[in-house]
């Protein structure tokens, strides 16, 4: 199983926790990709020597298969049972008229983005499919899991907020799951994009990460 993060605190803050609750899944790897995928615009060159906007979910899959070329020992994609990655709301969707001027064009990127890959329910690749989803934390991380907006610690605060819990809810896997269904905005994982793309929804505390522990549980049932 591969999970794709923004950076380590989230793989600190996760790993333990989701080795544990997605066992049955086999071996858990975090691709830490330092950075928000999805405010990116990336480019490839066609042979007419034109420039032309390359779609989100085809450099999530290149990156992933870059990433498993990388491993030591190697992993391939045969090895997957699932893919989920996990992205920060930043509040990139409320209305134009909310945002700030600086981020406007950052935000209509992030919609954009957030949708093909909220739509998205696989990756294929030489004929072999693996399932598929995002999921999210609102605004980010810091504030749906402990109430604090990321962007208000130093690196290293957020560390120790992942040190701590980390080492509370590995022991406590019941109460992770309740943080995450009291998060949880909606009971299906479409209604759930639907509340965070609404009006200024994208700037409240929530996360629909519960829905992948559910999604995991019906499969090894």
């Given at each position: 199983?591969?999970?794709?993060?923004?950076?380590?605190?989230?793989?600190?803050?996760?790993?333990?926790?989701?080795?544990?609750?997605?066992?049955?899944?086999?071996?858990?790897?975090?691709?830490?990709?330092?950075?928000?995928?999805?405010t990116q615009q990336r480019f490839c060159v066609t042979p007419g020597g034109n420039a032309e906007s390359k779609r989100v979910d085809e450099w999530v899959r290149k990156g992933i298969l870059d990433y498993l070329q990388g491993l030591s020992p190697k992993i391939t994609w045969n090895d997957l049972a699932c893919i989920i990655q996990i992205t920060?709301?930043?509040?990139?969707?409320?209305?134009?008229?909310?945002?700030?001027?600086?981020?406007?064009?950052?935000?209509?990127?992030?919609?954009?983005?957030?949708?093909?890959?909220?739509?998205?329910?696989?990756?294929?690749?030489?004929?072999?499919?693996?399932?598929?989803?995002?999921?999210?934390?609102?605004?980010?991380?810091?504030?749906?899991?402990?109430?604090?907006?990321?962007?208000?610690?130093?690196?290293?605060?957020?560390?120790?907020?992942?040190?701590?819990?980390?080492?509370?809810?590995?022991?406590?896997?019941?109460?992770?799951?309740?943080?995450?269904?009291?998060?949880?905005?909606?009971?299906?994982?479409?209604?759930?994009?639907?509340?965070?793309?609404?009006?200024?929804?994208?700037?409240?505390?929530?996360?629909?990460?519960?829905?992948?522990?559910?999604?995991?549980?019906?499969?090894?049932?």
């Amino acid at each position: 199983m591969l999970v794709i993060v923004e950076g380590p605190t989230e793989e600190l803050t996760l790993g333990l926790v989701f080795s544990q609750l997605f066992r049955a899944m086999g071996r858990l790897h975090f691709e830490v990709v330092h950075g928000d995928l999805l405010t990116q615009q990336r480019f490839c060159v066609t042979p007419g020597g034109n420039a032309e906007s390359k779609r989100v979910d085809e450099w999530v899959r290149k990156g992933i298969l870059d990433y498993l070329q990388g491993l030591s020992p190697k992993i391939t994609w045969n090895d997957l049972a699932c893919i989920i990655q996990i992205t920060d709301t930043d509040a990139a969707f409320v209305p134009e008229e909310l945002a700030p001027d600086h981020l406007v064009h950052r935000n209509e990127i992030k919609r954009g983005n957030a949708r093909i890959l909220a739509r998205k329910s696989a990756f294929t690749f030489k004929k072999r499919t693996v399932p598929y989803s995002l999921y999210y934390f609102s605004q980010d991380m810091e504030d749906a899991l402990h109430g604090i907006h990321g962007s208000e610690l130093t690196p290293h605060k957020k560390e120790l907020l992942a040190r701590a819990f980390q080492q509370r809810y590995a022991r406590d896997l019941e109460g992770f799951r309740t943080l995450l269904e009291e998060l949880l905005p909606c009971q299906k994982f479409r209604d759930s994009w639907e509340y965070i793309f609404e009006n200024g929804n994208s700037m409240n505390r929530a996360s629909n990460l519960a829905l992948a522990f559910r999604k995991a549980n019906k499969a090894s049932a």
